[in-house]
């Protein structure tokens, strides 16, 4: 939350999504050195831009193909009984959200699409061998409500039928300009399921 802080404060914040989560990842890093002397940060930054990890023998050879979810936190699971299952990475994909742009690019439609779906195709993979994910929405226009609508309504006519529609506990963004909900997605293509992927939505509308 600290990171989102910073980034809504930066005055020359860019409109583009890959520059977004550039300066997102530098305001990670600087909230990660802040929290640390206190012993709540984490040991490492999340990654931006890291390529999906091999787990097993037959992920080699794949990383040129791989795709590259947005931010990545490496974490160990000391339980595990293999290497396989010991080196995880928690996979966070983010996405503009509000009008469409001039082009006629949706935002809200590929949110879903191009955000929630990676997390059940087989081609993606995203939060593989992990039973939890996040996603961030960078509300830019619109008002939240009209936004959810319009996400709820891509969820609920996609190729992924059983993926519940996104509830908000609040009606409108917290005091720091953030609203947080958690959806349980029942995976086919990818193990382990369910799975909860948290969706956190900032606002950076000017």
């Not at 980034?7 to 989560?21: H, Q, Y």
């Not at 936190?73 to 994909?93: G, M, V, W």
């Not at 008002?143 to 006519?157: M, Q």
Request: proline share 6%; with cysteine.
């Amino acid at each position: 939350m600290l990171a989102f802080g910073m980034l809504r404060e930066k005055t020359d914040l860019p409109v583009e999504e890959l520059a977004i989560s550039e300066a997102l990842a530098l305001k990670t890093r600087q909230a990660n050195f802040t929290l640390n002397p206190k012993g709540r940060g984490l040991p490492f930054p999340p990654d931006w831009e890291k390529p999906k990890q091999p787990a097993s023998e037959t992920d080699l050879g794949q990383s040129k193909k791989a795709k590259r979810p947005d931010f990545s936190c490496p974490f160990r699971n000391n339980t595990a009984q293999s290497a396989k299952d010991a080196y995880l990475d928690y996979h966070i994909e983010s996405k503009r959200l509000g009008k469409p742009s001039s082009s006629g690019w949706n935002f809200n439609k590929k949110y879903v699409t191009d955000g929630i779906h990676r997390f059940l195709s087989f081609e993606h993979r995203y939060g593989e061998g992990t039973y939890s994910g996040a996603m961030i929405g960078y509300v830019q226009n619109m008002s939240l409500k009209s936004i959810l609508e319009e996400v709820n309504s891509h969820i609920l006519h996609s190729s992924h039928q059983k993926t519940p529609l996104i509830n908000f506990l609040n009606d409108d963004f917290d005091n720091e300009g953030v609203v947080n909900t958690s959806q349980q997605l029942f995976r086919t293509y990818v193990l382990p399921s369910p799975f909860a992927l948290r969706h956190l939505w900032v606002d950076l509308r000017q």
